[in-house]
């Protein structure tokens, strides 16, 4: 067990650190008689009225300030921001716009600016819900987009949340032919390797015949990523082979037999990433669940029968990083254990037995 936890603490020790550092993207800034290109680093959940700019790597940092700019772009997100002014805590920030014509829709937090031509409208959703702010807002955003025909938008807002509001807004901009853009989730698709060390356990400790061996692991993987910029969950998705090893102990009494365990499965595990930091990079805690097929269970002889199916379930930890390609690069180390046995022993070891493994892999995203 320490082999799983001391990877995963030296991770998670490292996001104080990861979360205090600043990761500079190319953006450009722009309005107020300003327009600059640069590398740019927005932590909205460390400061949301301030940005900070650079033109090149090694110059220093400048503070820019929600107000003094209009607004700002990380070009690899392709995140447009916008200075807004907070009607509740009278603070200027930046708000990421999630939609854009005849309407302005951006996003700070649990708050939402609207924007058409003069006029303004901000909507607060509160964690907690409460049902008459929920029915003040919709009728102010019912009221904002009243001059669109049709009942459309009213049925839209019939559920009044962050997604019935984006959805329409983007009605509205339909309505009046001025769609310039809607953020959407947008799918990552990429390739994962990598090596496992498995470990086998009967409930019987005595017939504990066997130790595991490196194994391989790889397949392909597919990341549902948010369109909001400071949105920190994703999910993710992988379709891999995995092929843990079992070699039999010099000790053991089977040892005549020279008994070894080749265990192939096909696997699709299925996983939210927990990020630290805004923009989905950096350390991420992920747990998962994972279905899985046995489709090759050699084991010489007879003694030893696994299942043709079962699940496993997972936790893991990792680091993403973007390269100046746009390719990520993601890093995970995660400890898998069956939820069910999925091997039965033979008549010769009247056994029931779980597989664990400890697996290192290196995903590559385009």
């Known amino acids: 067990m320490k082999f799983v936890v001391i990877p995963i603490f030296l991770l998670l020790a490292l996001c104080s650190i990861s979360s205090l550092c600043q990761?500079?993207?190319?953006?450009?800034?722009?309005?107020n008689d300003q327009k600059k290109s640069g590398l740019l680093s927005f932590n909205p959940y460390k400061a949301k009225d301030k940005v900070l700019f650079k033109s090149s790597k090694n110059d220093v940092a400048e503070e820019v300030k929600a107000g003094d700019v209009e607004e700002f772009y990380l070009d690899q997100y392709k995140a447009r921001f916008?200075?807004?002014?907070?009607?509740?805590?009278k603070q200027t920030v930046f708000a990421q716009v999630i939609a854009d014509g005849a309407v302005m829709l951006a996003n700070s937090g649990n708050s939402y600016f609207l924007r058409k031509g003069d006029k303004r409208l901000q909507i607060n959703f509160a964690s907690d819900k409460n049902k008459a702010n929920l029915i003040r807002g919709r009728g102010l955003v019912k009221y904002f987009?009243?001059?669109?025909?049709?009942?459309?938008?009213?049925?839209?807002?019939?559920?009044?949340?962050?997604?019935?509001?984006?959805a329409a807004v983007a009605r509205y901009n339909e309505c009046t032919q001025s769609n310039v853009m809607a953020a959407r989730p947008r799918v990552e698709f990429g390739l994962v390797a990598g090596v496992s060390m498995p470990t086998l356990t009967f409930d019987r400790p005595e017939y504990n015949y066997f130790d595991g061996q490196p194994g391989f692991k790889g397949g392909f993987m597919m990341d549902v990523v948010p369109a909001r910029f400071e949105a920190r969950i994703v999910f993710s998705l992988q379709a891999v082979l995995l092929q843990n090893n079992f070699k039999e102990k010099p000790n053991s009494p089977l040892a005549p037999l020279n008994i070894d365990l080749n265990h192939l499965t096909f696997r699709l595990p299925i996983a939210a990433k927990f990020f630290f930091k805004p923009g989905r990079e950096g350390l991420f805690f992920m747990p998962g669940l994972s279905p899985l097929i046995v489709l090759n269970s050699n084991t010489d002889t007879n003694l030893i029968k696994f299942n043709t199916a079962g699940f496993s379930g997972f936790v893991g930890a990792g680091y993403e990083m973007r390269m100046r390609s746009g390719l990520?690069?993601?890093?995970?180390?995660?400890?898998?254990?069956?939820?069910?046995?999925?091997?039965v022993s033979g008549a010769f070891v009247p056994s029931t037995s779980r597989m664990s493994s400890l697996q290192f892999d290196v995903g590559i995203k385009f």
Not at 82 to 89: G, Q, R
Not at 145 to 160: P, R, T, V, W, Y
Request: charged residues 25%.
């Open 82 to 89: 916008v200075s807004m002014t907070d009607t509740t805590t």
């Open 145 to 166: 987009l009243s001059d669109c025909a049709g009942d459309e938008i009213e049925k839209k807002l019939a559920n009044f949340s962050p997604s019935s509001l984006r």
């Open 328 to 343: 990520r690069i993601v890093y995970t180390f995660r400890y898998e254990n069956d939820l069910m046995p999925t091997t």
């Open 23 to 31: 990761t500079f993207t190319p953006g450009r800034i722009e309005g």
